[in-house]
């Protein structure tokens, strides 16, 4: 059998040796990049390329997508092709930087909260369209915050008991949703002309960095843990080829659809449901937003509880208790109204995300020298892990300008929050795991790692 060079090693110190992907269950690239190319089109990906439009010019607003995607993919990377060299999901690689304890508590934690997060902003959207598209049939538009909660408590029923024709919900909208967004781009082009939107400009402007900040929050989550799937990619070329081409083309694609909608329709504010109903498309709309977010939320409902679950110690066996919990908060969010601070919770994702990559990366491939037979997790919280993160979150939080109108004290704009992040998190995590004077690996970083066979 071929296995990755001494991988066997990082299967005896991990949580669950039978969490490590065997050599039988890789595969090739192409099949791992499809599932982040069939997740591209949604409703979250053209919201965010909506905000962008609404605050930046045309070429600000592809540069912000571009770099802001540049960077998750290429702290993905590197998380990627740790994956690959371990087989190891996230949950299991973190238990190196943070420690068994902090791998549990902190990775669920902030996965918990961000998928809350999404899914109230999610159900919100569903909320907001469907009241939009009554209004357009009846004359009577009902409460945003009731069909929200409605929405969500369609959508966490699903997540709890199951429905299988949620897949097939999502085969249909997502084709369905690409051809409104073609139709809508090209019917409002076509009546004002193209200069409409080279000649754009937002009447309240946000600023490239902010863009890419925004940008940045949109795909945090999925940079951090793209090692749940690259894990069974062949070889570290595979895992990085699927983060690339996976991610990046088709994501700044759709986002610049978002955009070109908010310019041509600018009195909606970046609002896609409304975009959709100043376009005529209220109605059809409707149809392609749910049915889009409803599989998408089922699964972010499903994971949050998964999530808390595993934190809990309870492993998938209460899973629909917490479930249960994690989506009623969402839905108490999305009557809340958390879609009006959509920009806020992309931008605090930006800060805080990254930052955290940056523990496990700094770990793997300075400490441990990008070596599996040096994979060894720490028991209980490791500081290093810990301090790093905060440390680097807290720098990205008042650097990348989140304060900004809150705490003004707060916010000391300077270069890309995410990225002064994830550099302070590296550079933290390597000073405080040396001046402690933790385990120490020798030999140089492995650039590449050799196949045998055994």
Known sequence: ???????????????????????????????????????????????????????????????????????????????????TDLGLPTSSMSTASLGRAGGRYLISLVLGISLIGWFGVQAGVCGSSFSIAIAQITGFQPPVWACSAFWGALMLVSAVYGFEGVKWVNIVSAPLLFLICLYGVGVSIAGTGVDTVFNYVPAEGIGLVAGINI???????????????????????????STVVGVLPLNVLVLMMGALLAMVAPESGGDITVIFGALGLAVVGVVALVASTWSVNVGNAYSAGLAFSVMLGKGEKSYKYTTVVAGTVGIVLAAAGILDTFSLFLTVLSACIPALAGTMIADYWLIRKARPENFRPLEG????????????????????????????????????????????????????YKAMRLPAFPGGIRLSLKRKES
């Open 1 to 83: 059998m071929i296995v990755p060079e001494d991988v066997s090693a990082a299967s005896e110190f991990s949580d669950d040796p039978n969490l490590r992907v065997g050599e039988g269950d890789r595969r090739g690239w192409w099949p791992i990049a499809c599932i982040w190319i069939g997740n591209a089109l949604n409703v979250s990906t053209l919201m965010t390329g909506a905000l962008l439009g609404a605050g930046l010019v045309l070429a600000d607003a592809f540069w912000a997508s571009l770099v802001g995607f540049g960077i998750v993919v290429a702290y993905g990377c590197f998380v990627a092709m740790e994956a």
């Open 215 to 241: 940008a940045v929050g949109l795909w945090a989550v999925g940079g951090a843990t793209i090692g749940d799937f690259t894990r069974y990619a062949r070889d570290r070329k595979g895992a990085v080829l």
């Open 381 to 432: 919280v490791s500081v290093p892990g810990l301090a790093s993160f905060v440390g680097g979150a807290a720098v990205a939080l008042i650097t990348g300008g989140t304060f900004t109108g809150i705490v003004d004290a707060l916010s000391i704009p300077f270069f890309l929050g995410p990225v002064n992040g994830l550099v302070v998190s590296m550079l933290l995590y390597v000073v405080i």
